[in-house]
């Protein structure tokens, strides 16, 4: 038995206190049953990629985007609340990985009910899904309550603010139609809220690089998500006797884009949470649109197969947007939220909103995946050149 294994087997126990985790844990990883949530959190992610795939290529662009950040914001919220939680309370006991098993259930839940959100914009059985991941959740922070006296009024307004704010997901069912996007940005709005209020007793006790290495192996996911996207597309079109020039640089540039989005993302120092909370939420918030335009580079990569091959209704230019626009998205906040704080000797200002520049350019060229794989490249290479120099 490794010795990982041994201290576990030591610490288990059927029922323990759900006292906090200390933030200076030595070693602190992500656990089996973390990796395992990210998992089925990624059945959900892939539903809604594939339907945001197929929306575009059918022309019902307004509609697939707008079904898309909806759903996506509803697996992204769930997935950062276990996350965080888990990272200052979770004590791996039985009633613990229950709960969490409950959240899975709900994740599975929401990801049946994905067709019906995007096709007739019915977001039933999506609510009834985030609805059994919140009970389990406000079942979790009071736990949390009971042990953590210190912290007892934070945890309760964590599970105030859920309940109120699931039946306010509940009524948006009921909303006149022109009344729900209204109705879902205020809930947005207030959900994002929530944190920041229940913070201000007393802050919980999340460890910052269990929670960094958490959202770098979310990211690991996604990307992968978006490779199995593409070629599932590029597959179906070889099976159909449908290959042709334009497929090939799409499979070179489609490559060279999740490579390079990969490097860039990693190719990073450890980001300090500790600086402050508020660069604790800047940061862990800002990945909502990391996460979501890396999921989507799959889709626009599918789209722009469809495309090349002639089963798209939508044209060249927006089959290349549909992979440049997410690219430009993730490059984008990439520098917002980890690039402008390098020393410009290593990182230039100016260099990567350059590129996303020139990326939102590509569609009108024809080549625009292929372009946008270089655009990557020529950036990452600058970007280790400079680095190079500098150490020299």
Do not use: C
């Amino acid at each position: 038995m490794s010795t990982h294994t041994a201290e576990s087997s030591k610490k288990w126990q059927w029922i323990a206190p759900m006292q906090p985790r200390s933030p200076q844990e030595a070693h602190r990883a992500s656990t089996p049953l973390e990796l395992f949530f990210d998992l089925v959190f990624v059945v959900a992610i892939a539903q809604a990629a594939s339907h945001l795939h197929h929306g575009i290529a059918e022309a019902h662009v307004t509609q697939a985007i707008m079904s898309y950040i909806m759903v996506f914001f509803a697996i992204w919220w769930a997935w950062m609340n276990f996350t965080w939680f888990a990272s200052a309370y979770d004590n791996d006991d039985v009633p613990y990985r229950l709960a969490v098993f409950v959240q899975l259930v709900g994740s599975l839940i929401l990801a049946a009910g994905v067709p019906q959100a995007f096709d007739h914009g019915d977001f039933l059985v999506v609510t009834i899904g985030y609805t059994v991941m919140r009970v389990a959740l406000v079942a979790q922070w009071l736990r949390a309550a009971r042990a953590d006296q210190a912290r007892s009024a934070t945890a309760y307004r964590y599970a105030l603010g859920i309940i109120i704010l699931q039946l306010g997901w509940i009524a948006l069912l009921f909303l006149p139609p022109n009344w729900k996007l209204v109705g879902f940005a205020t809930l947005v709005v207030l959900e994002i809220s929530v944190p920041i209020w229940a913070e201000q007793p007393g802050t919980t006790p999340w460890h910052p690089g269990h929670i960094t290495e958490r959202y770098g192996l979310f990211t690991i996911i996604v990307l992968g998500e978006s490779i199995l996207s593409a070629l599932v597309a590029i597959q179906s079109t070889i099976q159909a006797g449908d290959f042709n020039a334009n497929l090939g640089t799409i499979i070179v540039g489609g490559l060279l884009i999740v490579l390079g989005m990969w490097w860039l993302y990693f190719d990073q120092p450890e980001h300090d949470l500790r600086v402050s909370l508020r660069t604790a939420f800047v940061w862990g918030y800002g990945h909502l649109f990391i996460f979501a335009a890396a999921a989507a580079v799959g889709a626009g990569l599918a789209v722009a197969v469809d495309q090349a091959t002639h089963h798209a209704a939508i044209g060249p230019v927006g089959g290349g947007a549909a992979v440049a626009i997410p690219v430009a998205l993730y490059l984008f906040s990439l520098w917002l939220l980890q690039e402008r704080d390098q020393v410009p000797r290593l990182s230039p200002t100016y260099l990567f909103p350059l590129v996303v520049l020139l990326i939102l350019l590509t569609p009108f060229t024809g080549q625009a995946v292929l372009l946008t794989g270089l655009l990557l490249v020529a950036l990452l290479a600058i970007k280790l050149t400079l680095r190079s120099r500098a150490h020299a």
